[in-house]
């Protein structure tokens, strides 16, 4: 018998993490953060709150099914905060327990703990590279699987067991023409379903799109239709995306590098991300300069302001972030934002009415000051319906336990399901945080 | 010829202000602020800063259109903050101008210039009863009508001038069976429309509602079927409202009566507009009380906590202000709030991203305390398109000057008076803030 | 054991049925048609068509999982569409077994079964009041609770069983003022929750609605505030609402009345309702007529055409259906509709895009012909969420079988359920068309 | 003084027609029909019907403002019937006034022509060229600008006269990278800005989107993406779009070659337009074929049938239209359509009720037979926010009169012109149906 169990992301876009149990041992994979629940709240500071506090707030998953299980493993699909913003807090629930994650996810979780101000990890942690089966226990290996979405080095994890192999795809897309050169494995995917998947645990955030989700090439090729025409016409032009966006970033560095201006890369988490992308090989900077430190923020912005028409800005801000270079912008400090600039989202807005609020406000300020605003310049990462049919087609699971989404989500997915032939409380389930599923 | 100054309030619904030119006189209505212009701006203290200022942030109109002009009276067709919040402000514009309106409107003015820390306002302030007509130059007089809105002593306000009526109404219902009593002056209106009406300036805010606005019976009938059934077996009874809506504190104190609960009001602001009420024979608070001062907020609801169910609470926080007592309780303060108590949320939500976010909040903070909530008992106050059509009809306008909204609430409004048989541009004006329109 | 059939209306609103089997006999509770789905097909004569050919179209139910059951009685909730629709089709199957249903509902049964075309019904029909307890077999008896909604007689049916009741809330609303005297039996389902309720199968519909469900009396002030004020000053007045609404027609007569005009009901539908409710005492025809041949609707209409000030015109056509007199009417027959008129839509628009189209063109061509319209005179007479909770507090059911709505409807009354301390999947249970649900 | 004729187009999306004078001549530009007007209306057959009949159901434009003008030549900017639809009713009221637009444009006309049979056309028609001045008379020259659109040879329409240009806008998008070739001519619209443009006649129709429109580009990597991986592997292969829509039908066409499939285009309205871009070159067929005939349309798909892998279909119906191929396949007519099938929407659904009713009751019968849907591998051909800002930059007009767009569409147009400087009443004009707006 195979367990799942749903401790987090099962009513929320947002902490991510499920357990698998075969023979009384335990693989993790994901241990995430649901930022939402920590903006409701004024004045929380994460990095100084305990575990126990978090869980209260609805900020961090609640791991107590299996505090007491023999837990052998902790896996982690990919580097977004919802999938290892808690490593720091639950990690030291299961000491010692390795880590393993592709090279750019271990790194940026390394860094995250690094910031920990109330507990300590110790957990060892491993970079694995897709096509390692990790053996972490006589009956359990884990493998990640390529696969494409809106940072680098994405999996789908696998943990393979006595029953099958259970699979466990959140977050992903099928970019077929991704300008970076990532792509799906299709072939592994191919190889693992006829092996037997037991069990597949897929997101189900975008299932109701009734389409495939464009590739990132889609959003490549809106940003050069602007930047590269219009954009070439504009004085001051200011762009804003996902910091872990690391394809997005590559691209609107090279627009920057074609339209011969200096693209210049401000705020902390854009110099994390592309920091440790840089080590990796992932991205090349080559024109381009990221600054990070206030001073450096205020002196590079100052200058710029002298010469607007020599740099493409890249800012954090997208979603008017209190603190985030472009919300300051906004308010009138660092830069003198007004009438010769154009700032450009690429990035949409996350709809939460949180989000939805600062959002506002921040384009509000912006057009008081005459700024031309150009939004939806993106693609999403996430997959859309069509391609969810097309991996359950590939894998063929036994089982199906729909993740990643609002309860909503999770029903349309087991509607999907049920069009492909499973029925929901037979081999498609619909669980909570905290529940668990048993497979038989 | 006559001038219509569209100060503002022709492109937002906030910062009412109109005046009206004849032969080189101006009289002066409303004087509104906006205070979603006050909230997506941080550590703003509205009090103590100056009109410049707050003009810069949109909070409230811009009069440099009439500033020069020779203002003989200033009228207050009601007491909301979005028709009489920046008198403190730009009455000091216009020294020794009379400022006139029903007693309940004046009197919430003296309070709200009372608390002004920038300005001192000596304008003379001029209690007018209905059906007066007051002559405040040699050719124009005012006049104040009797009409329903959701706060009491409303009216529209008419500018009588040798060339015809100038009609102002802004904000109104038609409510037949208003609870407390008040109604439309419809004899008085149908009146004025035979007498000539050269200019009628509207409300558009609910223009698109394409039925009739439901009386205010309506809202009592809502309330009195919940408290007087299920109500009764609740154990914490807590309501929220519009601290001016009079005729709504008044229904939940009958049926607070009905059930054998104290109602007991808690908050700043349902003092101050009770009180003003109070002394008015507005409102009957026989077997309520108010409280207000810190101290006693804090002891009263300490004692409610004890018993709840002796209690009908209605507190301030239906859009989830922060520091308001309904948000304070979501937060853990104040009063043990939890499975035992229900909510009942008496108000709709306001518009706007920046309510929509803190009301969200507030209501994820309740229910993740296990509050029950109950959403919606409710009606609106403005008049929707078929009381908008039934007012042109009494009235019989010359000219149509909508007002009170965003540029596409006017233009709605443009559309209903053209299939009445006006032509945009014709007699029909769309008008913007800072504007004018000259009628010959 | 209790096994729940869960057979129509667990994916849609519309064909509803239920079976309720215990000890191998088994009783049907409705049996409905789903409108929509003939509606997407043209030239479908449903009175001429085989149960198979609209099985197929997905217009009725799918009975196959209880066609070789020992079925010993058959319940009508009450007498809509939705609900007894699919009787002359399925009945059929069931030779010689009993139908039970309150009065009005027995009475609209026959009326819909004479029409049919294709099957002979044959089942004996027994009208049954409120408080009875029918024994049906020996272990199975069937009770029908008194309960409000749109259509008179409209009841909770429970099915007891040696195991505890199974309760059938399928459609209702707590209505505490109702204008034509019918009230919940609250004291009766108390009790019933006492006793022990084994299965709850409730509705879904408006179960995200956060609110309680206005009174019928709403409705009633709606339409009173609009006739009795601007009414009087109207020309034409043309009313269209739900045909089964007796409640409302009797409201409309009244207010006729009031106004000294005559009601006038032309349509076939119309007749039929209050004739049958005429016959029940269950209107007050009084002052109005009701003309039902299409020589009787011409005439009538042309006379009223020649005079009408004189009449309050009640017609079908509130969904734009064609063929409808008021859809007629806007097609430039019957009546020489224009400027002169005003349409007030006692009625919402039922939310699929079939209807939304077919009130559209109606409301489009009225509009074209310089007709009034008013919309949204109405009130629900659907359940909201916090009825439901109240339902549930009453009842205090050990299992929960949601029913009555798409899948999404299902889901949210599950977590409405979750929130009252129940858990999918083990005391509530989300089925599809076609299912059974087996209570241990 | 310019006058500008706003006949049709300016209370929808529909029936373009603007007629230019300039010292008692006048110029029309475009005579379409409007759609949704017929549709709302059984039984019209549109090309049995005379003008005054179609004027009544609002399905053309009502000329009468110009129809005793010297009118000296009409210009059709693009081939769509909102833009020539209307030709064959209302060009015989200007017997003998020549006709211009591009070769396509024209040839498309005169097909449309030849299926009238209400009225005989006798206008010369004459293909145009980009960058030719036609003099019209002596005061009047006209010119067709090139421009990108969803339908080939598009252009803008410059009247030149004595005091500048009138520059009619409508459809258009700056489309940078279109897969055949089509590119926006920037240098002569920046010539004809610095020339003088007094008065400019934008669309309106997608102002409200605050980006700029993606090119057809990205239709095309949607596509791809889908159809070189996943397409690879189906079975049965249909797709639809607007048989106008040369560019996707020219992609199509080369990912079916691409695939090894044969790609066949399948009913009356894409054989019409594939066939006279074919003539003028403007695609190339190579690989595919296009059935036309009911009988070779019968043949066909039942060889097609028998070998599904072989082909890709391209066939009408995207909007549900009764009657086309599409629809009548879902009906399980020509094709035995079902699981084994996926249809790719290669178009969005027009946002009328009308439509959105059709489309719903198309995808529900697909779903019936067990058919997957893939939908919205498109984009518009619409101009956004930001590319009707650049083209106001391009062009800095003194004038604008926003058309092609419902009210509200044509007030957000005049709301961005404010943005960049004009004023509503001054120098932007939003006019309606039939009326004129006067240029000094």
């Known amino acids: 018998m195979i367990t799942i169990y749903t401790i987090g992301g099962y009513e929320e876009v947002g902490k991510n993490m499920t357990a698998v149990e075969y023979n009384g041992e335990v693989v993790i994979v994901d241990m995430g953060i649901r930022l939402d629940r920590v903006l409701i709240h004024e004045d929380v500071n994460f990095q100084k709150m305990s575990s126990r506090d978090l869980r209260k707030l609805g900020a961090i998953p609640d791991d107590k099914a299996i505090r007491n299980k023999k837990v052998v493993a902790i896996a982690l699909s990919h580097g977004h905060l919802d999938h290892i913003g808690a490593v720091a807090k639950l990690a030291p629930h299961y000491p010692d327990v390795p880590i393993y ?221 209190p603190g985030a270079v472009l919300t300051r912008m906004a308010n009138g400090e660092l830069y003198n934002i007004g009438k010769e600039d154009t700032v450009v989202f690429s990035a949409g807005v996350i709809p939460n009415p949180l989000n939805i609020a600062q959002r506002y406000a921040l384009e509000i300020k912006l057009r008081m000051r005459g700024v031309r605003l150009v939004k939806d310049l993106h693609v999403s990462g996430h997959a859309s319906r069509e391609d969810h049919r097309y991996l359950i087609k590939l894998l063929n699971p036994e089982n199906i336990v729909p993740a990643h989404g609002e309860f909503r989500m999770l029903t349309h997915y087991a509607e999907l399901a049920e069009e492909e032939g499973y029925l929901i409380g037979r081999d498609v389930f619909v669980s909570r945080n905290g529940y668990k599923v048993e497979i038989k």
Chains 1, 2, 3, 4 share one sequence.
Do not use: W
């Not at 627009?255 to 890369?265: C, D, E, S, T, W």
């Open 101 to 321: 994650g592709t090279p750019y996810t271990i790194k940026l979780t390394k860094n995250e703990v690094r910031g920990e101000q109330y507990f300590e990890v110790k957990n060892p942690m491993y970079e694995t590279n897709y096509g390692e089966i990790v053996q972490v226990s006589e009956n359990l290996a884990i493998e990640f699987v390529q696969i494409t979405h809106s940072i680098p080095q994405s999996s789908i994890v696998v943990i393979h067991t006595p029953e099958g192999a259970v699979v466990y795809a959140c977050d992903y897309k099928f970019d077929n023409n991704n300008p970076i050169g990532e792509k799906p494995d299709y072939k592994r995917l191919r190889e693992i379903g006829k092996e037997g998947v037991k069990v597949f645990v897929p997101e189900s955030t975008r299932v109701s799109e009734q389409t495939k989700t464009p590739s990132e090439a889609a959003a490549k090729l809106l940003l050069e239709d602007f930047f590269l025409y219009e954009g070439m016409e504009e004085k001051g032009l200011i762009t804003t995306t996902f910091a872990s966006h690391i394809a997005r970033l590559q691209e609107l560095i090279e627009i920057a590098n074609k339209m011969g201006r200096q693209a210049v890369l401000v705020g902390r988490s854009l110099s994390k991300y592309t920091g440790i992308a840089k080590q990796l090989g992932l991205i090349k900077m080559k024109g381009a300069k990221a600054v990070r430190s206030p001073n450096a923020v205020k002196n590079t912005l100052k200058e710029v302001s002298q010469a607007k028409e020599n740099y493409l800005l890249i800012v954090t801000g997208h979603q008017g972030e």
